[in-house]
Structure formats: structure tokens, C-alpha cells
């Protein structure tokens, strides 16, 4: 976390102006020029106490009093947060793993940071990223930002069941359905050949499932964790194969948006296996 133009608030001695730069810094690499989203308003303390808790993360009881930090009130506010909290949760430092106590109570104080990856296990979390959701795409720089950032490949398959979610929520009125398809298209567009290779790698996973599919206590093995992946990846394709049944006329028109005939195969065979896993479970009671 070393750096002039990006280091640590407060680098240069001024704890103020350390996470005005850092607001800067993390607005200017989302494209989000001055002021961002329009918005003028301070980034204020909450970074620089994220920080504090970082610092003293070896002392989990001290580190947890400078956890006591309000909501975001500001868009430099949640800037200054996200550009501190993507940071150290990929840090490599034991104590800051993203599956870790303290990684994740930094996440949920930083909403931007759990949009753009996924929210934290607290509850309200999902909510506050989809309100900081709504204010990017209430601004063309924070549409084109949310578009952008949440276009490429999941990392995981809780990202995955996330924005499968974020997706799912945001296809019901036109203005927002033509969002969820600029997300896919610019997916399509920028990450055809990686979605394509994993899309490949689900279709096998679930396609080598058998009649009965594994129950949740067969789920902590390596094919159980695999078939996991899968599924979730499925889950993310699931809004643009329903919007592709639903409002195939809207996808034509769209001549970019092309090149998915995997996915929705790979959904068809999802539907499969949840049919038959519901079956069993239905068949055990």
C-alpha cells in the first residue's frame, strides 16, 4: 500500500487531505471526473477510521472500537472507503482474508466495495450497495462506472449468486432491463472468450451430474464445490436467459448483444438438475 499518488491516508503527514487524495485517486480510475456524480460534498473521516481498524487488526478488541463508523454520507465518502477497502481485503495479509471477521466488517462500511464485488454476511448490506446502485445510475459517468465494473466474469460463486440477484431485480422496467443488457453485452463484448471457457467448464459440471444430485452434507468435497462454481455461474446467466424468453424483440435489437447460445444451454440444464434435486428432497420427507 505504498505509493505517492496512492498510498494510505494520511501518507503525506495530513490525514484530511491523505483521504481527499484517496477519493480522487479511486474516483479517477472509476472515470468519474470532478465532482463525482455531481456530488461536492467532503469524504469525511469514515476511510481514516477504516484505517485505524486496519492498523490495529493484531488487536481485534481495540481494533473494533474504530469500527464505530456511520453510513457513507457523501460520494467522496464512499470513494475514500472503497479505494481503502478493495485494497487491504487483497492485501494477502492473513488477518484481512475477504472470508475473515474483520474483512468483513470493513465490507459493510463500504457499499460501493460490496456492489462492485459482493456485500457483506451483515444484515442491510445487500441494500446498501443497491442504494449506492441507484445513485451511480441516476448519473451517465456512475451508469457507465456500474456497467464497467460489474461486467466481468464473477470471481466466485457468492460474487456470482450476487449479481445474479442485483441482475434479477433490475430487469422489470424498461429503463432498468436496458441496463442488465448493456451489463451483458459489455460482458459479451470485453469477456467473450473467458465466459465462454467457463460457460463450457458449468455445461460439463452439470451435465455429469446424475439422477439424484448431491445433497447440501456432499457439498464440502472438491466435485461438490465444483458443481457449487457451476451453479452459480448458471444463476448469473439466469436474468439474460429470462430476458431473451421475455423480450427477445429488445435483444434483437441490440446487435451486439449476441453470442450466448452456450449460456442459455447451460441454463436449460440447470433448471434439470434444480428439478431434480427438489424431486429428491421432495421424495425424502
Known sequence: MSGAADG???ADGDPAAGVERLAAVTA???????????????????ALLLATAVALRHTPEVAGMA???SAPDSVADLLARHGLVRRVRSCGDPALTPDGRLSDELLRHSPLTGLMGAPATAPGAETAAEQVL?????????????TTALAPPPADARTARWR????????????????VQDVYETALLH??????????HAVAVLASVGPVPPGPDERDTEEGRALDEAEAFAEWWRPLAVLTHRHGEELRSRPLLKGYDDALELCRIHRGVRARAELTRLAAR
Open 28 to 46: 479517477a480510475r472509476l472515470r468519474l471526473s470532478a465532482p463525482p456524480l455531481g456530488d461536492g460534498g467532503p469524504a469525511g473521516l469514515g
Open 67 to 69: 469500527l464505530d463508523v
Open 191 to 200: 469477456h467473450g472468450p473467458e465466459l465462454r471457457r467457463r460457460t463450457a
Open 134 to 146: 441507484d445513485r451511480l445510475l441516476g448519473h451517465p459517468e456512475g451508469r457507465t462506472s456500474a
Open 8 to 10: 494510505p491516508p494520511g
Open 164 to 179: 445474479a440477484r442485483l441482475l434479477e431485480r433490475r430487469r422489470y422496467t424498461t429503463g432498468e432491463r436496458r441496463w
